[in-house]
């Protein structure tokens, strides 16, 4: 909608401002101030533009500024119409427009059609064309498999940048790995105690499962030894599981690693190895990238010495304890602890190193952080102390919040085994979808069912996760997900296979048009005029997700494209259209909305299917 608009907003402001002068008047209307409304019904023209907010200015009624105007453009004429062709009216407070719907439908259709392959061109406003933008997401940790958890995260941060990019940005996608810690000794020791050698192939297991299953084991067993402690010694469950003979085990080991024990360091790279290989097999499956991984063994040290030089400017401050400190009481935080006592880092003194260390290597414009809404006490104060430390950068880092995310069964733990799995999850969901092809027979038509269920899982689980607005908590239900009807994923990918049928048939009967052999001053009626709207709109639908970092601006403007073709296909007959030319024109607007489909569906992470 907003080419339709923009011409009409230009000549509008230019009639206003000769309202303004005529009058005497001070003052300029700009065009980005100009309002325009959708009418509420069809045959009041396509456009309307009230006149309510210049009544105070010109000191007369809106109905009385409507008709002055009408009467301005007319001089206008068609020399200050330009792009802004139609006819115009006062219709009481408002000037409504009636476009050239025909001439309108050429330049947007020739627009989305006019080159073919990967390089799109339309729908890429280019507002973020210039600025270099790093994005970190996903940040997972390497004694467990990624998790329902991760998997919000991740299509949160990949479609974010496909947003971005898709706005003219440079980006760079990130992930830091966690894989240091006392969490990831506690895998390592579990099976250094109790593994026998045992390996991923040898049990027939991911290595980022068989991992994360020495994790549960431990806390297994730190539950045990805790709970015969406090019975025996009457202690609460916190000082009982702090003093079970298990955490001094596991504490030493994180000692001996610190060290540099070539034993420890040896498990420890090998426990790593199986849990990265584990976790970037599922980054594939689900379509996730990275331009560059760090690692927390390699960057948790790298605030230090930047902690220890703002301790000598006088930003931080040692207290009596020996700890070094901020207090960030003005920017309403608390008091942060940033060295121990004893001089070792803590996590936020790793962030702090890890932000300087990457606009080093890579200077950024912005860099966001994908991450819990339970973090946002962190990321301000991380952002608070790197403005102190006087990097102007600082101001440009930016937390994507996003809430927590369930099954409708509850909450998920880790370290009770109860977390849901993600390959697991999308195990399921693709099965569910194998079944319900198998059931309506779709075996033959979709070529390799195992191979489009699949993709139907991944576009079931994207959408639902990227529907809501990020900061919301939400529970996903796998069976509402996979529906075929509604606002899901599933529903999205069915109407591409259906226009790919369409045109497929077109091809097959000859009657697919070519580039410009069409006349689009056919495409006239409401409901082609709805969806020529729609496929307009969708430029501005990229630009405001990317602004909000939002993709559930994206994946409304999906549902309601796909809407609005099924209206058209209902109202409007394609291969039955009562003429040749009618044939054609409707199937170019049909291969424009086929078009955008394909390319939001990638924005929001969706595969898209030929044939379902």
């Known amino acids: 909608m907003q080419d339709f608009r923009k011409p009409w907003k230009i000549r509008i402001a230019r009639a206003l401002n000769a309202l303004l002068k005529d009058a005497g008047l001070s003052g300029t209307v700009e065009p980005d101030q100009v309002i325009a409304e959708l009418p509420p019904r069809p045959e009041l023209g396509d456009l309307g533009f009230p006149m309510f907010a210049y009544a105070k200015t010109l000191r007369k ?14 001089a206008d004429g068609a020399e200050g119409g330009g792009e802004a062709g139609g006819s115009f009216s ?25 080159k073919d392959g990967p390089d799109f061109g339309f729908g890429r406003p280019g507002t973020l064309a210039g600025s270099r933008i790093m994005v970190e997401f996903s940040s997972p940790n390497t004694n467990k498999p990624l998790h329902l958890g991760h998997l919000r995260n991740d299509a949160l941060g990949e479609s974010v940048s496909r947003i971005l990019a898709a706005c003219g940005a440079e980006l760079r996608k990130v992930c830091i790995i966690n894989d240091r810690g006392i969490h990831i000794c506690k895998s390592m020791l579990a099976y250094q105690e109790q593994g026998e050698g045992k390996t991923p192939e040898s049990e027939g297991l991911k290595g980022d499962r068989f991992v994360g ?5 431990f806390s ?4 045990e030894e805790a709970e015969a402690l406090a019975k025996e010694k009457g202690l609460d469950k916190k000082e009982a599981e702090a003093r079970a003979p298990i955490m001094g085990r596991v504490q030493e080991m994180l000692r001996k690693w610190e060290a540099g024990d070539g034993e420890t360091v040896s498990l420890w790279k090998k426990m790593n190895l199986w849990a990265m290989e584990g976790m ?17 063994s390699k960057t948790y040290l790298l605030g230090k010495d930047e902690i220890l030089k703002g301790l000598e400017r006088g930003v931080f401050y040692r207290e009596e304890d020996g700890s070094v400190q901020i207090d960030l ?5 608390d008091k942060k602890v940033l060295l121990r006592r004893d001089g070792t880092s803590i996590y936020i003194t790793q962030d702090i190193g890890t932000a300087i260390y990457r606009h080093r290597d890579w200077p950024f414009d912005r860099l966001v952080y994908v991450a819990g809404s339970e973090q946002q006490y962190h990321f301000k104060a991380l952002f608070a102390i790197l403005g102190k430390l006087g990097f102007e950068w600082a101001k440009n880092l930016y937390h994507l919040s996003y809430g927590m995310v369930n099954l409708p069964e509850g909450r998920m733990k880790s370290r ?11 195990d399921r969901l693709r099965d569910m979808a194998r079944e319900e092809i198998r059931e309506k027979e779709r075996e033959e038509e979709v070529g390799d069912p195992g191979a489009v269920a699949e993709k139907i899982a991944l576009g079931a689980l994207h959408y639902f996760l990227l529907q809501v607005s990020p900061i919301k908590d939400m529970i996903f239900d796998p069976k509402e997900s996979l529906s075929f009807n509604g606002n899901t994923g599933p529903y999205l990918q069915y109407m591409g296979a259906r226009i790919s049928a369409l045109l497929r048939k077109a091809l097959v009967r000859g009657e697919a048009p070519g580039d410009g052999d069409y006349d689009p001053a056919l495409l006239a009626g409401d409901a082609e005029w709805e969806l020529l709207k729609s496929l307009a709109a969708y430029p501005e639908a990229v630009a405001a997700a990317a602004a909000g970092m939002d993709p559930s601006l994206l994946t409304a403007y999906l549902y309601e494209l796909s809407k609005c073709f099924s209206r058209f296909y209902q109202d409007c007959p394609v291969l039955n259209a009562e003429n040749p030319g009618l044939v054609k024109a409707r199937l170019a607007l049909s291969r424009a909305v086929l078009r955008v489909l394909k390319d939001a569906l990638e924005l929001v992470c969706i595969p898209f299917l030929e044939a379902m």
Do not use: H, M
């Open 213 to 217: 299953d020495w994790y549960v084991r």
């Open 61 to 74: 009624a809106p109905p009385q500024i409507a008709a002055l105007l009408v009467s301005a453009l007319a």
């Open 329 to 333: 009481s003005a920017e309403k935080l």
């Open 220 to 223: 297994r067993d730190l539950k």
């Open 280 to 296: 970037k097999q599922t980054y594939a499956r689900t379509g996730i990238s990275f331009d560059q991984y760090y690692f927390e």
């Open 416 to 426: 009770e085994g109860t977390v849901v799995d993600a390959d697991d999850l999308i």
């Open 90 to 114: 006062a219709e009481g407070p408002y000037v409504n427009v009636r476009l050239d719907r025909g001439a309108l439908a050429g330049k947007l259709l020739s627009a989305i059609l006019r």
